[in-house]
Structures are given as structure tokens and as C-alpha cells.
């Protein structure tokens, strides 16, 4: 199973991005698909995560500017994050995580590469 993430660059304040993050291989069905964010000199955190059944969380610091969805549909076991009113402090490479099964039985977790999002002016 391999993630493919994209989505990332370069906006300003109050900007807006969508990143992507694809899965593909032998996947019998996925049960969390979370993003994560890391700047420089920072731990990796949890930005917004979203179960099977559509239930979301989120980091305080997005609430009510980020929204993260999945699709499920056609086998795309696609998760994406739209990023609203973006700051400055937003910036960080944003990395996407899938807990699920594969088709032969086997748990997985495993994570996209990341991809920047730089906020600036």
C-alpha cells in the first residue's frame, strides 16, 4: 500500500489550498485517514483526522478553517484537506497517515510524504 500526497505551495495570508493524499495497492478498506503537520524545529501534530463513518477531529489551532473529507467511492481511498484563511503559522510540510486493512488480512499504517504549504506574503 503507498500514499500519495500533493496539494502543497506557496499562498498568501488569508489564502486557500486543497491537498490530496491518494491510496493505492491491495486495500480492503481503511479506517482512519488523518494529516499531520511539522515545522522546522517543531513536533509532528495532528491537524484533523476522519474515521470510516465520517466522524472528524481536529487540532484547536483549524478549527473552523480546515476541512478534512474523504472519498471512498470508485476504490479512490482518497483523503483531502481544504485549508481556509490561511496564516502564516500554518506553515509546516503536511504529511497524510491511512490505518486499514489489506486485501490479504494485514493491518497498515502508513504515511504519505509530505508536502509544503507555505503561508506568505
Known amino acids: 500500500v503507498q500514499l500519495q500526497a500533493s496539494g502543497g505551495g506557496l499562498v498568501q495570508p488569508g489564502g486557500s489550498l486543497r491537498l490530496s493524499c491518494a491510496a493505492s495497492g491491495n486495500i480492503l478498506g481503511i479506517n482512519t485517514m488523518a494529516w499531520y503537520r511539522q515545522a522546522p524545529g517543531n513536533q509532528r501534530e495532528l491537524v484533523a483526522s476522519?474515521?470510516?463513518?465520517?466522524?472528524?477531529?481536529?487540532a484547536d489551532s483549524v478549527k473552523g478553517r480546515f476541512t478534512i473529507s474523504r472519498d471512498n467511492a470508485n476504490v479512490k481511498n482518497t483523503v483531502y484537506l481544504q485549508m481556509n484563511s490561511l496564516k502564516p503559522e500554518d506553515t509546516a510540510d503536511y504529511y497524510c497517515?491511512?490505518?486499514?486493512?489489506?486485501?490479504?488480512?494485514?493491518?497498515?499504517?502508513?504515511w504519505g510524504q509530505g508536502t509544503l504549504v507555505t503561508v506568505s506574503s
Open positions: 497517515q491511512m490505518l486499514g486493512r489489506t486485501g490479504w488480512g494485514s493491518p497498515f499504517n502508513i
Open positions: 476522519i474515521t470510516s463513518i465520517g466522524g472528524t477531529n481536529y
